[in-house]
């Protein structure tokens, strides 16, 4: 029992200096909660993928490694908390990107834009060049031809080398022109395909392409082994330097095409914001009153476990920090009704063991006992469809499904534990000893 009331003391002290942390100004202002984008306001940018170079059955690893090199040019930047998903609609799939405080469209483009789709392409034969040509002349000749013939290169075709296999870029001066250029080492796998690409396309060109255009066609002389290429295209120094940090920054291993732009403003999320936290204080205290009237000692003992559950809650949302958004809000506040939903299953229980002739302690711990079970399954359960709605849904319904795991999983620390000892120590000596 002393341990007991040493580790609720501790609690509690605790819980006085997270709650200073979190709403007294000159200690809350050094680590702002994260707000999410409908409450602070920002940019949402949507982009088509282009898959059509890209075996199906390599869709979820080109997908997946689009999002990562997109979320590391945002971080890159200083963007707390970016939101970067894949959609699929219809056929095709988007990226979508969230800019919580971003209001500058301009600047959230330049962002995702500037990071080059990197891509090495092998000469077509004569007769392959002249054929697509030829078809190229017959669809302009056509009322309305069709802009992907038109955009296919009749001299180079598409190769499985692209900036997804790049380890680093770096710059250089050519020792002939004294110019710079960017060396290139791919890793292990894009050393192998470089390997072949060069044993393939000896005394022939091998084109370099960023973002579509063509920069270079260096002839193959030899086969290249060791994964080195160069980039040169006659470049200042200063603009060597920018292509080489944005190629260390992660080139795209899937091309995007910007076809949706929306700023969102921060009033409309204030506003809710506001009301939401009004919301949440009005129920608060409606359920404190609700448990010290139906309950009295044991309501109030529960209502401090809640206070203590809503205050390490909040402390974790800031701390990690948790981008809060409405959705987000709304599953802590839910959590909130499930905290205290235990400790009415644990009084009720008591309340018929009182009947049967028991003591309030005892009447207590047999309470906590009989509960328990059901307390835990439904817990269990709630967290594990909120683990589930986290993983296979968008961003909104994840940010209410983490919050409401949370405090889930708070509310059973405090509604079962804190409230339990703090009444044992009330009832001191009148609760007889757990088995468990």
């Not at 000159?26 to 282009?50: A, E, H, Q, W």
Request: proline letters at 4%; zero cysteines.
């Amino acid at each position: 029992m002393k341990r007991n009331i040493i580790l609720i003391g501790l609690i509690l002290i605790a819980s006085i200096f997270l709650g200073a942390f979190i709403f007294y100004p000159p200690l809350s202002k050094y680590r702002p909660f994260s707000l999410g984008l409908d409450i602070s306001g920002g940019t949402i940018l949507v982009y088509n993928t282009d898959l059509s170079n890209i075996n199906p059955s390599h869709y979820t690893d080109a997908l997946n490694g689009l999002k990562d090199v997109i979320e590391r040019r945002i971080n890159y930047t200083g963007v707390k908390e970016p939101r970067v998903s894949i959609n699929k609609n219809g056929n095709q799939y988007q990226l979508i990107v969230e800019l919580a405080g971003i209001k500058d469209i301009n600047q959230a483009i330049k962002m995702i834009g500037e990071t080059p789709y990197l891509e090495f392409r092998e000469a077509r034969s004569e007769e392959e060049t002249k054929q697509i040509l030829a078809s190229q002349e017959e669809e302009k000749k056509k009322p309305n031809p069709d802009p992907k013939i038109l955009s296919i290169d009749p001299y180079f075709k598409q190769t499985s080398l692209t900036g997804k296999y790049l380890q680093s870029a770096s710059v250089a001066f050519d020792p002939t022109t004294n110019m710079p250029v960017v060396d290139l080492q791919f890793n292990d796998e894009g050393t192998q395909i470089f390997a072949e690409l060069t044993k393939k396309n000896l005394n022939k060109p091998l084109a370099i392409y960023l973002d579509g255009q063509l920069i270079s066609a260096p002839i193959v002389r030899d086969e290249i082994t060791s994964g080195k290429a160069q980039i040169s295209g006659r470049f200042t120094l200063e603009e060597a330097k920018q292509l080489a940090m944005r190629l260390n920054q992660g080139a795209l291993p899937v091309p995007i095409n910007l076809i949706s732009q929306q700023t969102i403003g921060s009033i409309l999320g204030e506003n809710s914001l506001r009301q939401m936290i009004k919301a949440g204080i009005i129920g608060l205290i409606g359920v404190i009153l609700f448990m010290i009237i139906v309950y009295h000692l044991w309501g109030i003992v529960a209502s401090l476990a809640l206070i203590i559950y809503a205050i390490l809650s909040l402390a974790i949302f800031k701390g990690v920090p948790v981008t809060l958004t409405l959705a987000g809000l709304t599953g802590f506040i839910l959590s909130l009704g499930m905290t205290v939903d235990a400790n009415i299953l644990i009084f009720e229980y008591a309340k018929e063991e009182k009947k049967n002739g028991k003591p309030d302690g005892a009447a207590l711990e047999e309470g906590f006992q009989k509960s328990w079970a059901a307390i835990r399954d439904s817990n269990i359960s709630t967290i594990i469809s909120a683990i589930i709605l986290y993983y296979f849904s968008s961003s909104m319904v994840r940010g209410f499904a983490l919050t409401l795991a949370i405090g889930v999983g708070i509310g059973l620390l405090t509604a079962v534990y804190v409230t339990r000892v703090i009444l044992q120590i009330i009832y001191l000596n009148k609760i007889p000893k757990s088995n468990d």
